[in-house]
Structures are given as structure tokens and as C-alpha cells.
């Protein structure tokens, strides 16, 4: 079975804070890609990454930065000094071959308080 | 450049009355997905197609959902008839890619829909 765990519902942080956003997902498949996906209270959802699972390299991007390892099953987004418009509902998904479905996670919270 | 286009953003409506969600994806895109979001139920895919023809439908909940991609650049989600647990956001979202689904979507700003 395909599932992707987000065990943080809510964090709330204050403005300069490092937050990390964990993520846990299971398949069978050998051939998988990861993402992470970012929801301002807007609403629209915005791509923010994408990891296939042959790539293990963790990956910066600005204050951004991702830590993938395939021997936990896990794939944590880091967020450096945030920043108020960091507010938002992160999502972490999923998709293989096997389904050929993108398999959303419930979601963190995350608040970033001035 | 647009990004995909949803109408309408709100819409209230009484249940038993017909919904129609539209999608206008971004231009060159070949996949086109169909999403709703609820609080109980997170994110789930309802539909998606691939060259305008529907891949995987089985995440449509029931006989009253019906989607149709009449030709690349437009999409139809259609309610009928409309009750009260149809309550959610729509997302459309596309893609370019071949047949398989490899998850970078940019996605609509969503379709509220409330059934009273």
C-alpha cells in the first residue's frame, strides 16, 4: 500500500525559528518520487519540490532544504529563519508507478508568529 | 504566462441542483487531474487524464460524479445531483509528461463548493 504520514498536524513557531516538517511514507515500489507541496491560506497549492528515488542528495534552496533517506522512509522539510510568509499547510506526497496516483499526506500547519 | 483556470471560485448551491466545476489547463499541458479537499478527508484524487482521454477514474465517489476533457485546453466536473457532503474545494491541476503520473502538478485556486 501507498501512505504518506505527516504526524505534525500543527506547529507554530516564532519569526527566525528553524522549523522542520517531517514526513514518512510507505510503498513497495522501488521507483517513487517525493514532494512537497505548499498551501498559503489563499488556498492554491504551489509544487515547492520533487525527488525521485534514485536521488538521495539532499537539496538547499534558500532558506529552504530537504533531507531524504530511503532507510527511514522519510522525507523532512527544513524552513531556516522563517518568516511570516512562511504560514501555511505543507504537504508531502507521494507517487510510484505501481498506482500512477499523487498520494497527498493530511498536512502540517505550520504558523510563524511575528 | 496563465496558470490553470478555475470557474467558478465560489458556489453556493441547494442540494439536488446540478454543479458544474470548469478547468481551462495551462497550454501545452497533456494531463489534467481532478481533486477535492475536505477537512475529513485531506486531499483525493478524483480523476485524471491523459491526451484528453481519462486514465483512472476511481477515485470518482459515486454514479452523480462525472468528468469529461472535450478537448486539450477545457474540463467539466459535474455534480448531479448535488448533496450537502459535496461540500469541498475542487482543485484542477495539469501537467505535461507521458502517460504516467510523475507529480509536478500546478494546480487551479479551487472551486468552495457548498450544498445546502
Known amino acids: 500500500a501507498q501512505k504518506v504520514t505527516q504526524a505534525q498536524t500543527e506547529i507554530s513557531v516564532v519569526e527566525k525559528e528553524d522549523v522542520t516538517l517531517d514526513c514518512v511514507y510507505e510503498?513497495?515500489?522501488?521507483?517513487?518520487?517525493l514532494f512537497w507541496y505548499k498551501q498559503p491560506p489563499s488556498g492554491e497549492l504551489v509544487f515547492l519540490i520533487r525527488?525521485?528515488?534514485?536521488?538521495?542528495q539532499n537539496e538547499i534552496s534558500g532558506r529552504y532544504s530537504w533531507n531524504f533517506q530511503k532507510s527511514t522512509s522519510s522525507f523532512n522539510f527544513t524552513i531556516t529563519a522563517s518568516q511570516v510568509v512562511d504560514s501555511a499547510v505543507y504537504f508531502c506526497?507521494?507517487?510510484?508507478?505501481?498506482?500512477?496516483?499523487?498520494?497527498f499526506g493530511t498536512g502540517t500547519l505550520l504558523a510563524v508568529q511575528p | 504566462d496563465a496558470g490553470v483556470i478555475q470557474s467558478p471560485r465560489h458556489e453556493v448551491t441547494e442540494m439536488g441542483q446540478e454543479v458544474t466545476l470548469r478547468c481551462k489547463p495551462i497550454?501545452?499541458?497533456?494531463?489534467l487531474f481532478w481533486y477535492r479537499q475536505t477537512m475529513m478527508r485531506g486531499l483525493e484524487l478524483l480523476i485524471y487524464?491523459?491526451?484528453?482521454?481519462?486514465?483512472?477514474d476511481s477515485g470518482m465517489p459515486e454514479d452523480r460524479f462525472s468528468a469529461k476533457m472535450p478537448n486539450a485546453s477545457f474540463s467539466t466536473l459535474k455534480i448531479q445531483p448535488s448533496e450537502p457532503r459535496d461540500s469541498a474545494v475542487y482543485f484542477c491541476?495539469?501537467?505535461?509528461?507521458?502517460?504516467?503520473?510523475?507529480?509536478?502538478?500546478?494546480f487551479g485556486e479551487g472551486s468552495r463548493l457548498t450544498v445546502l
Open positions: 491541476a495539469s501537467s505535461f509528461g507521458a502517460k504516467s503520473n510523475t507529480g509536478e502538478l500546478f
Open positions: 506526497a507521494l507517487v510510484t508507478g505501481a498506482t500512477n496516483k499523487l498520494i
Open positions: 487524464f491523459n491526451n484528453n482521454v481519462p486514465i483512472d
Open positions: 510503498t513497495r515500489d522501488t521507483t517513487y518520487y
Open positions: 497550454s501545452g499541458h497533456n494531463s
Open positions: 525527488r525521485n528515488s534514485f536521488d538521495e
